[in-house]
């Protein structure tokens, strides 16, 4: 797969001449108009580069150079400047962008820069997969915070299943980052450069259903006036995401079951079978073993794909991640946003600790995005939910010391001197309440001695 070019330029003309000529040089490349609107695709796992205008109406070169690196700081920016904008794009290099390009450019110049760019972040991204398969500490930990034991062994297993080829089940409940997990799985892998397609199987339109994802010859049906890959065949050498499998209709649910097994299919009005090499990935919100026994969903195909299996664990069964998760998403939002950071008081991180999150970690996020924005304010803190009142106390100052953990990074010496106890008593209450050296963060504690 060709190296990701994110090109942002409100010139429209400029913008669509620039994209031509990348093309032409074999990149493969995605305009916008706006930077938001390509900030949005940027991740941890974003294997290319971003060439970005610096004056622009909204967010400008510049924020969205460090919004990117909020998010990945070895994602390289080339920045596209006037005459007048050099200072400007000098200042922007020692703050991390690649490279500039003074207007008019050459554009054998713009490729030059472009192409040690792009082998840079390879390089970057290929190490990273290394690391992640090695279990050393990477972007994974990143995409998937978390001290408690439950994550450990997740990511444990989430780098000893992504290194491999095998067909991957993912079960968790709505919103717990299923999603998430599988685009990990398919960026430490052998087939990180090639497409990651991911098909919504309760949203698939039944009329059209085989068409979308076997392709069809011109003539198959109706309206068919020239041949299309299906999407099994776009994503050739790299990986299927069936999202919610357990909505697949019966009847597809055969014909996936084949593809599985043969790593082939046929187009709709061919007769000719296309071999494919491609991992699947399923994920399910419900518990498939019960479905196979109401009749809802194939046996044979449920042992076909329970073979590697991540079960993804509700916010519920790890609320000591709670204070670190949403510090992490608050980070993420306030760049995506552009707008800086608000402090977390460590009484509402305890207060968030002690909140069910049916919704889970999108439920959290949306939580998060609301407090950045300051649209929390007329919501006011969330509350703790009734329960006997010895429960409640207990409750309430264990989260109180673990919202204090997070919030002050892991620095035992602050947590005791904010909360107003002595050393001693933290450790004992640490202890008391289950909260082990997992809970804090990596900054450590090294004031500690």
């Known amino acids: 797969m060709p190296p990701r ?12 001449s620039t994209a031509q000529a990348l093309e032409l040089a074999g990149f493969s490349v995605e305009t916008f108009a706006s930077a938001e609107a390509a900030l949005a695709l940027a991740s941890p796992g974003f294997n290319g580069a971003v060439i970005s205008d610096i004056r622009m109406p909204g ?9 990117l690196h909020e998010i990945d700081a070895e994602i390289p920016v080339i920045l596209v400047t006037g005459h007048a ?12 962008a690649y490279e500039f390009i003074e207007k008019p450019f050459v554009v054998q110049d713009l490729l030059a820069v472009l192409r040690r760019a792009v ?23 990143a ?28 079960i968790g409940p709505t919103g717990a980052g299923k999603e998430v997990l599988a ?3 398919h960026d430490i892998s052998p087939r990180a450069g090639k497409p990651f397609v991911a098909i919504n199987c309760a949203a698939l339109p039944e009329a059209l259903i085989e068409s979308e994802l076997f392709g069809h010859e011109a003539g198959a049906f109706p309206g068919a006036l020239r041949p299309r890959f299906g999407k099994f065949e776009h994503a050739r050498g790299g990986t299927i995401l069936l999202d919610e499998i357990g909505q697949m209709p019966l009847e597809l649910q055969a014909k996936l079951l084949r593809v599985l097994q043969e790593r082939m299919i046929t187009r709709l009005g061919a007769n000719e079978p296309v071999p494919l090499n491609l991992r699947f990935i399923a994920t399910s919100k419900t518990d498939l073993a019960a479905a196979v026994a109401r009749g809802a969903f194939r046996e044979d195909l449920y042992w076909r794909l329970n073979v590697a299996v991540l079960h993804v664990p509700p916010l519920s069964a790890r609320r000591e991640d709670i204070p670190l998760l949403f510090l992490h998403l608050a980070r993420e939002s306030a760049a995506r946003h552009g707008v800086a950071e608000r402090e977390v008081p460590p009484a509402h991180l305890s207060a968030l600790a002690a909140r069910d999150w049916p919704g889970n970690v999108r439920e959290l996020r949306n939580q998060a995005e609301r407090f950045v924005l300051g649209l929390d304010m007329a919501e006011g803190a969330p509350s703790p939910p009734e329960s006997r009142l010895a429960e409640r106390m207990a409750e309430f100052e264990r989260s109180q010391i673990a919202g204090a953990i997070s919030a002050h990074g892991g620095r035992l010496k602050a947590v005791y001197e904010t909360l107003g106890i002595s050393r001693k008593t933290l450790y004992e209450k640490m202890q008391k ?6 809970l804090i963060r990596d900054a450590g504690d090294g004031d500690d001695g």
């Open 119 to 141: 082998d840079h972040r390879g390089l970057v991204v290929e190490n990273r997969r290394l690391r992640a398969v090695a279990g050393k500490r990477d972007d994974i930990e």
């Open 85 to 96: 904008d050099v200072p400007l794009a000098v200042a922007a290099i020692r703050r991390g």
């Open 143 to 170: 995409r998937m915070p978390g001290r408690t034991q439950v994550m450990v062994d997740l990511r444990h297993r989430l780098r000893a299943i992504g290194a491999s080829d095998a067909d991957t089940l993912v």
């Open 183 to 185: 685009r990990a799985l």
């Open 5 to 16: 070019i994110l090109l942002v330029d409100d010139d429209e003309t400029m913008r669509h």
């Open 433 to 438: 309440h289950g909260l082990d050296r997992r």
């Open 59 to 67: 967010m400008d070169g510049m924020t969205l150079l460090s919004a």
